[in-house]
């Protein structure tokens, strides 16, 4: 499974300011951009990816909606309009949830109660995970990456202080060049060294 994990740090929570920022400094429109290349192909969807976006603007607790591309039903539309309105039902209906609690939506986006910290402590202790840093070591010199976790954030840096907790637990920088590419063109980038490797997954 290649599972994306973004920081969206301005991102709201409640679902119509989340609708409300498109175009505006939170820039959630980024987001369906990394819908879409995270989790869809020519005529179909990556069954063996698993995107979760992390919004952390909210009055509570930051909410994660994560799609897994073997789980995920129909979606209403591709377009940008129509994924940020299915982003913000998924909030909708996690809006009252507590404290790391989770629920599953009707197209099964899985929307949980739960900070970025929190989820990668949880990633980290079964699986690999790599932070996505221009300075990390480049990921053709990594070989096959088995089962990986892609951290990733959208147009705000991480903050210092992640990055040394981060670190803390071996998470190791992984590197696609020297470009400061935007988070879903990072995305596609991956999924293409990843094919190229084992080309075989769909
Ligand atoms: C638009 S960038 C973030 C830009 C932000 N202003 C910063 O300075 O970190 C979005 C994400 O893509 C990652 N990224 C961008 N280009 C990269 C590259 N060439 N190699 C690895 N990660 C990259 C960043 O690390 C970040 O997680």
Request: with cysteine.
């Amino acid at each position: 499974m290649r599972e994306f994990i973004v920081r969206a740090r301005k991102a709201p929570v409640d679902a119509a300011r989340f609708l409300a920022s498109a175009g505006t400094g939170a820039h959630v429109e980024y987001l369906a951009q990394m819908i879409v290349n995270a989790l869809f192909i020519s005529k179909g969807h990556r069954e063996d990816t698993c995107l979760t976006l992390v919004m952390e603007d909210s009055a509570d607790f930051s909410r994660a909606l994560t799609m897994q591309g073997n789980t995920l039903g129909g979606l209403s539309g591709m377009d940008e309009g129509s994924l940020l309105g299915t982003c913000a039902a998924a909030l909708n209906v996690g809006s009252s949830l507590k404290k790391e609690a989770s629920l599953v939506c009707d197209n099964g986006i899985v929307v949980q109660a739960i900070s970025f910290e929190h989820l990668v402590r949880e990633k980290a202790l079964t699986r690999s995970v790599y932070l996505l840093d221009r300075k990390g070591s480049d990921i053709r010199d990594c070989g096959e990456l088995l089962d990986p976790v892609f951290l990733l954030t959208d147009h705000i840096p991480m903050p210092r202080k992640t990055y040394h907790s981060l670190a803390r637990q071996g998470i190791k920088k992984l590197s696609l060049g020297p470009t400061m590419l935007h988070a879903s063109q990072c995305i596609s980038i991956i999924h293409n060294e990843l094919d190229r490797l084992a080309p075989d997954i769909s």
